[in-house]
T-cell receptor
Framework: EPEVTQTPSHQVTQMGQEVILRCVPI?????FYWYRQILGQKVEFLVS????????KSEIFDDQFSVERPDGSNFTLKIRSTKLEDSAMYFC?????????????????FGPGTRLTVT | AQTVTQSQPEMSVQEAETVTLSCTYDTSESDYYLFWYKQPPSRQMILVIRQEAYKQQNATENRFSVNFQKAAKSFSLKISDSQLGDAAMYFCAYRDYTSGTYKYIFGTGTRLKVLA
């Protein structure tokens, strides 16, 4: 069964450094998402991406964040200058654009997450 | 704005018994999807069950079933014959379609402990 993959599984970085989190969505999916989960809290939407541009972003997704699809398979989240409060689990998700609606249409498939620790 | 509320931070159940996790949500939409996700200690998000709002019939997946009350905006998860492997955080989620894109809105989660 196709799945979303994310690398690395755990990233440790120092405050002020730039990090890039990588995701490989399911191959025929066209919508891509990033979510964040601070330890002990709920999962929060960060950004959605379609047709090579951001389609929606949350208040959390400020100027230090950016997303990119550098090639036909990867989808990345860059944090320009990390802060302690960026420490969290980051989930990538993808969904399809089906020719007709089925029960699983537009359903988001989540990757295993990248644990980011900022020290 | 759509919101999802899980009022039980933690629940416990004896192995082989049945437990129900509560979820309420708020929306002005008439058609939408609801989900339950399981998050074990590995923190991966695993889809347990989905419910389409326009379907009257409650969704069922093996030992997992939902009690969907659309008028009350309630979406509880019932786990029958609980197993040790069911111990995890469970998140209720609503699929929102404002702003022209889909995004998931999650509740704060319920930690389920299964007692041997």
């Amino acid at each position: 069964e196709p799945e979303v993959t994310q690398t690395p599984s755990h990233q440790v970085t120092q405050m002020g450094q730039e990090v890039i989190l990588r995701c490989v969505p399911i191959s025929n999916h066209l919508y891509f998402y990033w979510y964040r989960q601070i330890l002990g809290q709920k999962v929060e939407f960060l950004v959605s991406f379609y047709n090579n541009e951001i389609s929606e972003k949350s208040e959390i997704f400020d100027d230090q964040f950016s997303v990119e699809r550098p090639d036909g398979s990867n989808f990345t989240l860059k944090i320009r200058s990390t802060k302690l409060e960026d420490s969290a689990m980051y989930f990538c998700a993808s969904s399809d654009v089906p020719p007709f609606t089925t029960p699983s249409s537009y359903e988001q498939y989540f990757g295993p997450g990248t644990r980011l620790t900022v020290t | 704005a759509q919101t999802v509320t899980q009022s039980q931070p933690e629940m416990s159940v004896q192995e082989a018994e049945t437990v129900t996790l509560s979820c309420t949500y708020d929306t002005s939409e008439s058609d939408y999807y609801l989900f339950w996700y399981k998050q074990p200690p590995s923190r991966q998000m695993i889809l347990v069950i989905r419910q389409e709002a326009y379907k009257q019939q409650n969704a069922t997946e093996n030992r997992f079933s939902v009690n969907f009350q659309k008028a009350a905006k309630s979406f509880s998860l019932k786990i029958s014959d609980s197993q040790l492997g069911d111990a995890a955080m469970y998140f209720c989620a609503y699929r929102d379609y404002t702003s022209g894109t889909y995004k998931y809105i999650f509740g704060t989660g319920t930690r389920l402990k299964v007692l041997a």
